[in-house]
């Protein structure tokens, strides 16, 4: 009997144990089946959002790229159809389109032609004549003649001598020549519509100042060289060493204008003026000694150019290398027939028919070349070499 009753109690015993078992694991498996359901719920709700933010993020950024999109009028609309602006008139789902426009506008992109007014500054600019014209050094004379005669002594024979009591002077005698300048013509003209005469701002102005000033470039190369005039250079004397041939060391610029100078004391002239190129100048400038001094400071003065008491004038027209010193208010003088003047003509060639206007600049002069040894003329490179020492 004690052996069925221990039997029934192990079966009893197993029997719970098995019912506590699978009690146990069915709350396991609902366990396990919740935590997964809420995992997986967690998780789906942090894919959304994350996929919100990625989402709102793209957007903000694309609205701040065309925020900052720099877009014409013309881009802007073609942009608007190609997003579909009128594709319902295309379709023919409508007959009218409605868009908005929104575009950066430029000068460079939007506007054509002179839209924004310029600032004109009046008259027109123009590079600088010479300051100085060499018919500014001269004596100026009128003539009512095309031929200036001026009579010259051409040659003087001096017989004064210191003679004794009762006895016969020594005779002198003297030549005259009769000389003829005559009157020269320099001029040019412009052929210019009359439309642009009359349309264009201040031309007549322009002209009535341009011009003349460069017809007396041409004068002054005239004045110093031309053969039609009879330049000063053409009959002055040239450069002579004399007794300072050999005998300066380092012979330079300086030195060739002293010596020069001296020529002219010799024969009893005074210098008034040294013309030289620019660029001589200021090489001259530029001198120094043997303690590194510029020369220049013993012999130069002043805001005008100065050496050794005589006026220095800088032109162009004089070649660079080359130099004139001389006494021009006695040596010569220009003579004026008709002033520089400007002209404007209708009545030339086919000007009436082609609707034209001829501009003529023009003046005549003479040119009288009185005392030619008042002049120096030379080249400084060979000045040089005959006063430098052997």
Known sequence: MEENLKNQLD??????????EKSNNDVAN?????????????????????????????VANKKQFNA????????????????????GITKGNSRSARFEIKADMTVGADFTGEVIPADRVAGYKFDPTRPVHIRQLLSLGSTQSDVVRYVKESGYSNGAAVTAEGVTLTQSDFDMTAVDANVKKIGTYFRISEEMLADTPQLTSYLSA??????LDVEDVNILTGNDLGGIVN??????????ADTVESANQFDVIVAALNQLSLLNYNADTILLNPTDFHKILLLKDTTNNYIKDAAYGGLQPVFMGVKVVLNSAIAAGDFLIGNFGVGTQLWV????????????????????????????????????NAFVKGQFATAQAALETP
Do not use: C, W
């Open 30 to 58: 609902t366990i396990e089946v919740k935590a997964s359901e809420i995992v997986k719920s967690e998780v789906t709700e942090m894919s959304n959002k994350l996929n919100e933010r990625l989402d709102a993020f793209e």
């Open 337 to 372: 027939r008709e002033g520089v003047n400007i002209e404007f003509f209708r009545e030339d060639g086919t000007n009436v028919r082609d609707g034209f206007v001829t501009v003529r600049v023009s003046e005549r002069i003479a040119l009288t070349n009185y005392l030619p």
């Open 11 to 20: 079966q009893i015993s197993n029997s719970i144990d098995s019912k506590i």
């Open 68 to 87: 900052n999109k720099k877009m014409t009028f013309k881009s802007a609309l073609s942009e608007a159809i190609e997003n579909g602006a009128i594709e």
């Open 210 to 215: 341009r011009a003349p000033e460069k017809l």
């Open 235 to 244: 009959s002055a004397p040239a450069f002579a060493a004399g007794s300072y």
